[in-house]
C-alpha cells in the first residue's frame, strides 16, 4: 500500500496540483488585502463611508455598534457585508485568473500543422502512403498520381 501511495503522490499531476494549492492560498491573502485595504475603503468613500466589515443584523434583537461588540456580547448575527467581501473577493480573483489565462493563452506558440504523410486513393478512398503508386488496397494503378493529396 505504501509503494502504491509513493507512487500516487509523486506523480507530476499530483506534484503540480500541490504546487498550484500553495500558490493559490498566497494569492487568496493578496487578493483578500486587495479587496479588504484597498476595493472596500475606496467603495466606501462612494457609499458615505460605509465599513462592509460592520454591516451585519444581529438576531438576538439588540443593537451594537460594532461586528465586535456583537460577537462579544455572544450574539448571533447575519454579516452580509462580510458576504459582500466575499462576493467581490471572488469576482477579483475570477477576472485575475481570467487575464493570467489569456495572456499564457497569447505567449504560447501554437502547433504548427505537420505536412500530410498520407492521401485518399481515389478508387476505394482509403488512406495510403502520400508516395504511393498502386493501393495497397483495391491495387488500383495510381500512376500520374503521386505527391497529389485526392
Known sequence: MWKE???????????????????????????????????MPVLSVFTKNIDFTNLFITLDGNEYDT?????????????????????????????????????????????TPSAPTTKKCPHCQSDINLNATKCPQCTADLEGKKNANV
Open 5 to 39: 501511495f509513493k507512487k500516487f503522490a509523486l506523480k507530476g499531476n499530483m506534484i503540480d496540483l500541490a504546487i498550484g494549492i500553495i500558490i493559490g492560498g498566497a494569492f487568496n491573502g493578496i487578493v483578500n488585502s486587495l479587496v479588504n485595504d484597498i476595493i
Open 67 to 111: 461586528l465586535q461588540a456583537a460577537k462579544d456580547a455572544g450574539a448571533a448575527t447575519l454579516n452580509y457585508g462580510q458576504f459582500i467581501s466575499n462576493i467581490l473577493n471572488f469576482l477579483i480573483m475570477a477576472f485575475v485568473v481570467f487575464l493570467i489565462v489569456k495572456w499564457i493563452n497569447k505567449i504560447r506558440k501554437p502547433e
